[in-house]
């Protein structure tokens, strides 16, 4: 199955069942996250399947999780991504934090203030669906609720200020995910994950190329922090991103960028990229 959340004219943002291209069931929640923290989350949507329910028209998508109360996103995940940046395959991985003001939805026109290296990063994300703590890669596998589409919009020039990595990640609305979740009973095997600039293949890898796939990283997570349903974990990008071309290449204002993964779907942003802030700031 295929969970959305979506912005509707009458009813703001709701959670909904896609059963077609263009065909929603309404389901009790205002969004995925909400829906996920109903503990017979899966009970639901079926009997929602089952009855039919209401259908919903007159909508686009809006972020998958509005509302999630942690995103974990891990760098250096994908081993020609780890040789483009010059380093060592990671023993450990690499993680850090963006808040849900960072996310936008699959569609929306993407405000980059204050930044003029702008750098793309497609990205498998996984989706948890029940409470972890301290679990073993069996608990967080099953504790997947699904899999989604993201990209880690990067402000490089903000990101290499300092060591630490968080102040060129989690600018406010500018990290995509959609458009919908796939359930993880319907997820057969690894992903192809792309990424296009204006349509033109940047970015080409396979999930099982990832040093840290889905459930290491979980439960690797939830070794220090619990994780809820909700709570959204991006799993790193393949190589082919503008920092690591020569000459480095970054966004530019009107640029499209198009994230897709088979089987789940595909993010299409365009960019404006606002006059930079003065250097002393």
Known sequence: MKLATLRTAEKGTTAALVTGSDSYLALPASDVGALLAQPQWRTIVEKVATAGGNAISGVAFAPLLPRAGKVICCGLNYGDHIQEMGRDLPEFPTLFAKYADT???????????????????AELAVVVGSELFRADEDEARNAIAGYTVANDVSMRDWQNRTLQWFQGKAFDRTTPVGPVMLTADEADGDFEVRGYVNGELVQHGNTSTLVFGPAKLLSYISQFTILRPGDLVLTGTPGGVGMGMTPPRFLNDGDVLTTEIDGIGRLENHFRIHAPVPANV
């Open 103 to 121: 996310l936008t939805g699959p569609a929306d026109t993407i405000h980059v203030h204050g930044s003029v290296k702008v750098d793309w990063e």
